[in-house]
Each structure stands twice: as C-alpha cells, then as structure tokens.
C-alpha cells in the first residue's frame, strides 16, 4: 500500500479508492486509522521514519510583548500568560496611572512602566496587561478547587517565597493578588500539585530541599516545613538536575516523584517513602537543567466504580541531556540530547521502566495530553541543556506519541513542522478547542533581540492532525451537560447531549476529563486526564445522541476543581466544556 498511495498527501480524512480510471470513490477513515497509513509511508524528512504532514501551524500574534515563560488556562477559556519582572522592561505598557517598578538591574536603578504579565481571551484574540508586584522568575503554581491561580515562590527577596493568586473575571477587573502569607522556605524552580482535600503541596526549589502546603489549616502537623531527605539526595553538586521535581497524584493517593534519574511513591499525609523505585537503564538526567518532560498517561476507569479496584497507572517520561551536559554549556560546548522515554506501570506489583525511542534528540521539550488520550511532545532542542544560552539546533518538529498503540515502533509520529525555534523559557498547553498554544523562548538573561536564538514574544496555536477539516464529519458537537447543581459528582451518573453527522459504531464514544495544566520549564503540573465509564449511549434523532457516564470515583483519582469535559468519537474529539468535579 505505500508504493500507491507513496505521492498522496493524507492531511485530509478522505482516502481515495483505487478504481478503473473515469470513476472515483471515497471513505471516511478514523484519526487512528490515517495515522496508521501516514506512519508506513516512506519519509525523506531528515531520515526520520514516521513522518506524518499532518497537523498545521497558525500564528496568533507575532508579539504579545511578553515572553510566555509561564501559562495558564482559566475556567472561562482565558489564558494568564507571564515572564519575570525584574529583568528590564517588556515590549508591553501598563496602562496610563498603572504602578510601575523600580530595581536594581546591571548595576542600574530601572524604572519598569511595562507590564510582565498579560491575560489572553482565546475567544476574542485580544490581551490585557497586568501589574505583578513580585519576581515571578522561574515560579510554579496549580489551581485551586475554585479554579483561582494559586502561584508560589520566583526569585530574590520580592519574589521567592511570594504566594501570588489570581482569581478569573469575565470583565477587566480581576488583577494579581499578593498575599500577605509567605512560604516558609525559598522556592525557585520548585514543583506544585492539587491534592485530594484540595491543597497544594509545593516541593522543592533552589538549595531547598523541603516541601510544604497552601493554604494553611491551622494545624500544626501541616502548617510547618518538611525536610525531604529524597532532593538532597538527588542533586548533582555544581549541576543539581533534580529542580522542577517531576509530580504526579496517584489514585491511591500517594504522589509519584521523579528527581535526577530516580523515582519514589510519596506518602504526603505522613511524610514517608512508601516505595524506592527502579532508575531507568538509561544513564540520563531528567530534571533542570537537563530538563526532560514527564506526564501521567490518561487514567481509564474500566468498571472502576464496579468492584475492579483502581486504575492502571502509567508515567511516561522523555528527553534529557547527559551527565556533566550543563557545565559543558558553559563552555558553548552542547552535546546531544538524550532520545530516550521510560514508561513504568505504577499499578504492576514490581514496576519497571520500559525504555523507548523518539525519533529524535530532546531537551525542554513540553509533553501535554490530547483529549484522544494521545501525548504531544512540543519544543525544544537536540542540543545542549536548559540556561542562558546552554542549547542550539532547535526541534521544530512536533511528534506525536500514540499512548494506546501496542507497537512500540508505531507508537511515534512526527508532524509538521514551525519555523519558529522554542527555547529556553517556552511553554505550551491544551486549550478548549484541542488546539495547542505555543509562546516564549528567551534563553538569555534579558530581552534580547539581536542573538542567534532571539527573545520571542510571539503566539502561536498548533492544529492537531484530528482538527483537519475533513475530520468535521467525525466530530462531535456538545449542545448540552446535566448534571445535579451543575457539578460532577464522585461516582454519580450525568449525561452529556451533542450532534454527530457521521456515527461509527466502533470504536465507541469516549468522555474524558482533563485539567488546564500551569506550564513552565518544560513541565505541565497538574496535568491529568480521566477517561470515565459509559453507562448508556442514546439516539435521539437523525444526528443528536445523548451519553450517560459516571463521574469519577474520588477526589484520589480527580482532585475537586474545574475540569475540560471532552468527547472523544472515532479519533476525534470535541470542543471541550467545563464542569466542576466535587
């Protein structure tokens, strides 16, 4: 089949039949299947094999004035985007009568009038600038139940134990919240996750090797600072490699943490190890600087709520750089990135990592969920580590990671590529309509317009294949949720009404929950799917259906908050809607 079809493009759903000439048919193929006929063509980009046209790059804007270094979508389709504040102006004014700043910046007092911080609404194209008071440089931060910014730590003595929120408006009024709270210890380039009861415990950071919860409950068993012996351990002396601790909320309740090339099951509720797990076979850093990605793959109910425990747990990790690769950076010396994934089921009695190849090299690359259940892996380089100017050769080629596909030698797919390099300080996340928002790179320490990989203030939105035009008829189209008092309930059915133009029984409508991940340094906390059971699906008219499915079983498996619900038919998903789970 790849002999015919080997000068076709397939970027469309609609694959010709071969016929007696004078006369053409067509069929509609599912998403998975034109992936499947896409990754057995013969590819003459760059000798990488799996090589997909699909997907497209639109740019939004070619300068929102920021640097998206941090971003994170809200519950009414806004995107908070910011950098840092005290690194010299941005190409963004405050409004007149805003505050400014005033700081010390190359031995020089600043008078910053410009903002760091802007708000995007995707459904009108257009931002506002935000003051933020504090250093934000290299902070973290999650959603909290309410869906408000909680944002914690940055740089220096304004910003580094700063806990900031921001609470999402639908007119011009909401603004960045300082509180009068501070961390008790130092959090630059630490790692935050949404817990069950609905706090955040935030880990790590610069020489800080500790963890702590917000909000505070006025209980002296977690209002204090825990010494977590795992990060000292963990740190390369003159590199460290274990900052931005990989996290992820298991659906037993314990946390996963990976630091450096090591992993364990947390125990957060009584500060112990409940399991050391295997290091991956592979001698490479994960963590900044070397800055690989991680991800928890999509948790699929499968009769969860009817007596079969919990679900399987799977972590998917990619990309890095070698031992030593960060100081050699400094010497412009920028070996290669690592290829290498590792995929351990958490949910196995001895888990072990199963090692995997992308197609190519990877450093600072972001790995986000599709509402398919598939990964993307977006940005970055093939050489060198995460800092000031520590990376060349930029990876302009997306590459898909097909999550259920059971050959790994098919699992990989490289889409189309940008012309745009994404870099040091990039970020990327899902948003409602499957699109990707890309923004930032800014490996230097200052806007800088004039080096090989300049600052970048431009926005981008990358088009997943399943949005291809001819993909419509596969879509589905939400008219309607219910749901008791408008809120998802653990374990409760609700029922999802929506259009369809062209059903195909097999393989069945799905529905996922997935959360707006805030995304920095290559790592989008947070991020968490939940594909929940169907308990009946009806046909109301020629093109309208109604799902009904239940909510997930606990806040173990879906922390309280806002979630983007998502169908999934054939391939191809829908708009995402939100609704609150609790």
Same mark, same amino acid.
């Given at each position: ?87 010299? %102006?941005? *190409? /963004? ?5 805003? $505050?400014?700043?005033?700081? +010390?910046?190359?031995? @020089?007092? #600043? ?68 509180? %009068?709270? *501070? /961390? ?5 380039? $630490?790692?935050?996750?949404? +817990?069950?009861?609905? @706090?955040? #415990? ?19 068993s977690y209002d204090k600072l825990f010494y977590f012996r795992f990060l000292a351990e963990t740190n390369d002396q003159g590199e460290e490699n274990n900052l931005y601790p990989f996290l992820h909320l298991l659906p037993d309740g314990n946390l996963f943490i990976f630091a450096n ?322």
């Amino acid at each position: 089949m790849a002999s015919v079809f080997k000068n076709l493009s397939f970027s469309s759903s609609i694959i010709p039949c071969i016929v007696p000439i004078f006369f053409s048919c067509f069929f509609i193929v599912s998403h998975s299947e034109y992936l499947s006929l896409t990754t057995s063509l013969p590819s003459s980009t760059n000798k990488i094999s799996n090589v997909s046209d699909g997907g497209e790059w639109v740019l939004l804007h070619k300068s929102i004035g920021v640097s998206a270094m941090h971003m994170q979508l809200l519950k009414n389709d806004k995107v908070i985007i910011f950098d840092w504040t005290d690194m010299g %102006p941005s *190409n /963004l004014s405050l409004p007149d009568g805003a $505050a400014c700043r005033h700081y +010390l910046f190359h031995n @020089r007092t #600043i008078n910053d009038c410009t903002a760091h911080s802007l708000i995007y609404d995707l459904a009108t194209d257009t931002s506002r600038p935000l003051f933020v008071a504090s250093e934000t440089w290299c902070s973290s931060g999650a959603l909290d139940a309410n869906g408000a910014l909680v944002q914690t730590g940055g740089y220096g003595d304004n910003g580094i134990r700063r806990i900031r929120t921001f609470s999402p408006c639908d007119d011009d009024s909401c603004q960045w919240v300082e509180l %009068p709270t *501070n /961390l008790f210890d130092r959090r630059w380039y $630490a790692s935050n996750q949404i +817990l069950p009861d609905g @706090r955040v #415990i935030v880990v790590g950071g610069r020489k800080a090797f500790t963890y702590e919860f917000y909000p505070k409950k006025n209980d002296e068993s977690y209002d204090k600072l825990f010494y977590f012996r795992f990060l000292a351990e963990t740190n390369d002396q003159g590199e460290e490699n274990n900052l931005y601790p990989f996290l992820h909320l298991l659906p037993d309740g314990n946390l996963f943490i990976f630091a450096n090339n090591r992993s364990i099951l947390f125990d957060h509720s009584n500060n112990r190890i409940v399991k050391e797990l295997p290091g991956m076979p592979v001698a490479v850093k994960r963590n900044y600087p070397s800055t690989g990605s991680s991800v928890l793959l999509p948790l699929k109910m499968n009769g969860v709520l009817s007596g079969s425990g919990l679900p399987e747990v799977e972590i998917l990790i990619c990309g890095g750089a070698l031992p030593g690769a960060f100081n050699l950076s400094k010497n412009k010396i920028h070996v290669g990135a690592s290829n290498s994934c590792g995929r351990i089921k958490l949910s196995d009695p001895h888990p072990k990592w199963v090692m995997e190849e992308m197609p190519m090299p990877r450093v600072m690359s972001d790995m986000l969920l599709l509402p398919t259940g598939d990964v993307i892996i977006i940005n970055g380089a093939s050489n060198g580590t995460a800092g000031w100017d520590a990376a060349e050769n930029p990876v302009f080629n997306p590459v898909l990671y097909r999550t259920y596909e059971s050959n790994p030698d098919r699992r990989f797919v490289v889409l189309n590529p940008s012309s745009i390099p994404r870099m040091y300080h990039s970020a990327a996340i899902l948003v409602p309509d499957g699109k990707i928002l890309v923004g930032g790179s800014n490996p230097h320490n200052e806007y800088n317009f004039r080096r090989a990989f300049p600052t970048d203030l431009s926005l981008q939105a990358f088009h997943p294949p399943y949005l291809g035009p001819l993909f419509a008829p596969l879509r589905p189209s939400i008219l309607s949720v219910e749901t008791r008092d408008d809120t998802v309930s653990y374990g409760q059915e609700f029922s999802v009404t929506f259009v369809l133009s062209v059903y195909r029984a097999d393989p069945r409508i799905s529905v996922a929950l997935v959360t707006p991940s805030f995304t920095t340094h290559s790592f989008a906390m947070n991020q968490r799917m939940v594909v929940l059971d169907v308990a009946l699906l009806e046909h109301l008219s020629t093109t309208a259906y109604k799902i009904t499915a239940y909510g997930p079983p606990k806040n173990t498996v879906a922390p309280p908050g806002y979630y983007l619900l998502f169908l999934v038919h054939a391939g191809t998903p829908s708009h995402g809607v939100w609704v609150r789970v609790q």
